[in-house]
T-cell receptor, first 114, second 111 residues
């Protein structure tokens, strides 16, 4: 069974640009979560998508947005990039209907803003 | 506000030297506590879920336990391949179905 896949692996952008990160969940998983892992801060919850809808978002500004497609893959967009957006962005998926089941993570996209 | 605190931040052990990692939590109602392992440059890998106080789970050299306020990850006779960052996360009732993570304990096991 293929795990959660994310692309690209690495992304280098300049301050003020936009970044687009992509995620494909495990087959059969309909919920997708995005987390930011910045140095020294641990994993911070960004967004949760389920059945194509945004269900919840963390304490991040509106320039962090995303969507979930009909095939349950997801995209995270970060507009007007700032230096502090440099981090590992992790996507995770979960089996539908089991809200206390573990999240399964991809290996992330390393975003560097210069 | 739901909080998860892990200690120590870093732990260095000799191969075969057993020890424990701590995860203390302050939440409104615990739905589940999760342990993950994260290797450098990789995403977190799921290890255990614990749901109620007194519960224990084991996998190879790892054993996770849960009380009403904290969880321990016991590592028995560790090997160098156990070196990683260990993350603890909680999910609460009435929350947003997200997991709240601690900052992790970086474990180094020397041969």
């Amino acid at each position: 069974e293929a795990g959660v896949t994310q692309s690209p692996t690495h992304l280098i952008k300049t301050r003020g640009q936009q970044a687009t990160l992509r995620c494909s969940p495990i087959s059969g998983h309909t919920s997708v979560y995005w987390y930011q892992q910045a140095l020294g801060l641990g994993l911070q919850f960004l967004l949760w998508y389920d059945e194509g809808e945004e269900r919840n978002r963390g304490n991040f500004p509106p320039r962090f947005s995303g969507r979930q497609f009909p095939n349950y893959s997801s995209e995270l967009n970060v507009n007007a990039l700032e230096l502090e957006d440099s981090a590992l962005y992790l996507c995770a998926s979960r089996f539908p209907g089991l809200l206390d089941s573990p999240l399964h993570f991809g290996n992330g996209t390393r975003l560097t803003v210069t | 506000e739901d909080q998860v605190t892990q200690s120590p931040e870093a732990l260095r052990l000799q191969e075969g030297e057993s020890s424990s990692l701590n995860c203390s939590y302050t939440v409104s109602g615990l739905r589940g506590l999760f342990w993950y392992r994260q290797d450098p440059g990789k995403g977190p890998e799921f290890l255990f879920t614990l749901y109620s106080a007194g519960e224990e789970k084991e996998k190879e050299r790892l054993k996770a336990t849960l009380t009403k306020k904290e969880s321990f990850l016991h590592i028995t006779a560790p090997k160098p391949e156990d070196s990683a960052t260990y993350l603890c996360a909680v999910q609460v009732y009435g929350g947003s179905e997200k997991l709240v993570f601690g900052k992790g304990t970086k474990l180094t096991v020397n041969p």
